[in-house]
């Protein structure tokens, strides 16, 4: 199945904002039901483990509502590890006011070198061509002191079947427009370890896969973070 690359209808400046809360809302529970949650606890819990360290800032890119870092955090706050986090997002209506936020551009962050430990986005990586998605990963391993965290869906036939019977999950037709087309443009493991290292030759990456079709990447800056 190869990739094919669409402009979904929740990153343009045409959606209307009750179909953008709807759509936002079933992400949410699509990352609560569907593995998007767990993925981002389990990239967190092997940095931890890794590094020896519990306590995280986190810059969650691509935030939306900003749910999935902070479920994550509280299902590992009985480990004994925290997060700050901080959203950005392109549109100040994605995010909840609520949090703390920063509306920018994810290929231009604007934050000082090293500002976080960590720089995570979920659903957000498919967005991005691939040159666009070398530049998003250097700019956060230029942000980041300890390593980025990408949890993303896998393109496959059979996950573009799944989103189909999901249809009726979804409450907005943007959900569904946007379901399939993140779907047909996502990334397969093998592709995205070619962007990054192409952001970083000497970079390492580890890459798992997780429940429905989800792939869980770390790329770890430097050795000791």
């Known amino acids: ?4 690359s669409q402009t979904e209808v929740l990153d343009s400046d045409t959606c209307p904002p009750a179909e953008v809360e709807t759509s936002l809302r079933d992400l949410c529970r699509i990352n609560r039901w569907f593995g998007g949650v767990a993925t981002t606890r389990n ?6 483990s890794a590094t020896g360290t519990k306590t995280f800032s986190l810059l969650e890119v691509g935030a939306g509502l900003g749910e999935v870092p902070r479920l994550a955090a509280r299902q590992l706050a009985g480990k004994g590890i925290t997060l700050d986090i901080t959203d950005l997002d392109r549109v100040r209506t994605h ?6 936020a920063v509306v920018a551009d994810a290929l231009a962050l604007p934050f000082p070198d090293g500002s976080f430990d960590l720089v995570s986005c979920s ?3 498919h967005h991005l061509g691939p040159v666009e998605l070398s530049r998003f990963a250097a700019e956060s391993l230029r ?3 300890c390593a980025i965290l990408i949890n993303d869906i896998v ?3 059979l996950h573009l079947a799944l989103v189909y019977a999901g249809f ?3 409450r907005s037709y943007v959900s569904r427009v946007d379901g399939l087309a993140s779907v047909r443009q996502a990334y397969v493991p093998k592709e995205i370890r070619q962007i990054l290292l192409r952001a970083a030759p000497s970079l390492r990456v580890e890459i798992s896969r997780h429940f429905l079709f989800r792939m869980g990447v770390i790329a770890w800056k430097g050795r000791n973070c």
Do not use: G, K, Y
């Open 1 to 4: 199945m190869q990739r094919i």
């Open 43 to 48: 990239l967190i819990e092997r940095v931890a």
């Open 95 to 100: 995010l909840l006011r609520t949090n703390r």
């Open 123 to 125: 659903l957000f990586a």
């Open 143 to 145: 942000v980041s002191r």
């Open 155 to 157: 393109r496959h036939p």
């Open 168 to 170: 009726p999950l979804m």
